[in-house]
Structure formats: C-alpha cells, structure tokens
T-cell receptor, first 112, second 113 residues
C-alpha cells in the first residue's frame, strides 16, 4: 500500500530532551515536507526537501532540523524541545510534477 | 503576501444542502490550488485541485470555482452528506521558481442528518 509512515503517533517529552520523529514513504517521491497543525493556524510548513541532500526552510523552521540522506526517509529533529513546540506534526510527500501531497497520519507531540 | 485566507472557520449545513468554503490569496505566483479533506485522527487527503487556466473544476459532488482577477477560489459541496463532516483546508502553491506551498487555516464542516 502506498503510504507515508510516521512514528511515533504520540509522544510526551520534557523540555530540552532531544527527540526525532521519523517519516518514511514507499512511493519513490522526490518531495517531502514537514508541517505542524495548530488550532486556528492551519498547517504551517516547517521544512521541505526536493530530493536527497536538498532541504530548505519553510515558514516556521526555528527549533527544528531535518536531514534527507535517503529518498524514502525524512526525519524531523527537535534538538531542545520547548513547550511552544507542542503540536500535531504531519509528514507529506509528492512526486515531481504532481502537486498534491500524500500525508502521514500525524504525530501528536506534547512538550512539558 | 504569502497568506491564504480561508473562511468561514466553521460551517453547519443540513443534509442535502450546499456547503461553500472560500479562500483568497495575494501572491500572483501561486498557480496550483488544491483542497484537502481531513477526518479526525487522520492526515489531510487531497480532494480536488485546480490550475488558474480554468475557472471551474468538478469531481462528483465537489466543485472548485476559481476567480483569477479577484484572487479567490472556493469549494462547493453539493448534496452535502453527514459523511462529508470533516475539516477542509485550501492551499496555494507555486509550481516553478521559489517553492511555496501554503495552507489556509481550515474550515470545520458539520453536516446534520
């Protein structure tokens, strides 16, 4: 089944403890993106990648890091999480020339 | 200039009625306008999309109307059903040059049985 897989689905952590949210897609898509969803703010792009080793900032990149060492994987790293990063995170991917994203099921992160 | 403004924030419609959600953008470089549907506990799923060379696109009960001069586009759900109850997001994207893919703030639709 063609899909974007995120792990974990739920995560509670403490301020300052580094964490990684994994994202993997099995569709050989070139583009991958991370979004955060907050009530009243919609989906805001954190980082995106156009292909292996090519990443760029979205609209809200502060406090996040990403890497794209393999085409299928695009992990999101929070080096020192803070409570304002409590949110619902989505990974998404799409093929070059096809502009609709396929989204994962989301990761609900709580930072206390 | 990068915002996509979506309204209303929430919408209640009777079964069989028409649901209308509106979006407006400012950046004329946007040239792809999708709508996504999100059910609770799920990620958004692409519903329908339009390019600016057409004014309307219809897929089943879902229609996008696009007004290039006004920089507005809307989603119409005809014969709305309880199963359509979800959150809907519009988005706007560039397909060349500096890459941007911006979402609206979402509309929570409830269709009453």
């Amino acid at each position: 089944e063609a899909q974007v897989t995120q792990n974990p689905r739920y995560l509670i952590t403490v301020t300052g403890k580094k964490l990684t949210v994994t994202c993997s897609q099995n569709m050989n898509h070139e583009y991958m993106s991370w979004y955060r969803q907050d009530p009243g703010l919609g989906l805001r792009q954190i980082y995106y990648s156009m292909n292996v080793e090519v990443t760029d900032k979205g609209d809200v990149p502060e406090g996040y890091k990403v890497s794209r060492k393999e085409k299928r994987n695009f992990p999101l790293i929070l080096e020192s999480p803070s409570p304002n990063q409590t949110s619902l995170y989505f990974c998404a991917s799409r093929r070059t020339g096809n502009y609709g994203y396929t989204f994962g099921s989301g990761t609900r992160l709580t930072v206390v | 200039q990068q915002q996509v403004k979506q309204s209303p924030q929430s919408l209640i419609v009777q079964k069989g009625g028409i649901s209308i959600i509106n979006c407006a953008y400012e950046n004329t470089a946007f040239d792809y306008f999708p709508w996504y549907q999100q059910f609770p506990g799920k990620g958004p799923a692409l519903l329908i999309a339009i390019r600016p060379d057409v004014s309307e696109k219809k897929e089943g009960r879902f229609t996008i109307s696009f007004n290039k001069s006004a920089k507005q586009f809307s989603l119409h759900i005809m014969d709305s059903q309880p199963g359509d109850s979800a959150t809907y997001f519009c988005a706007a994207s560039t397909t060349s040059g500096t890459y941007k893919y911006i979402f609206g703030t979402g509309t929570r639709l409830k269709v009453l049985a």
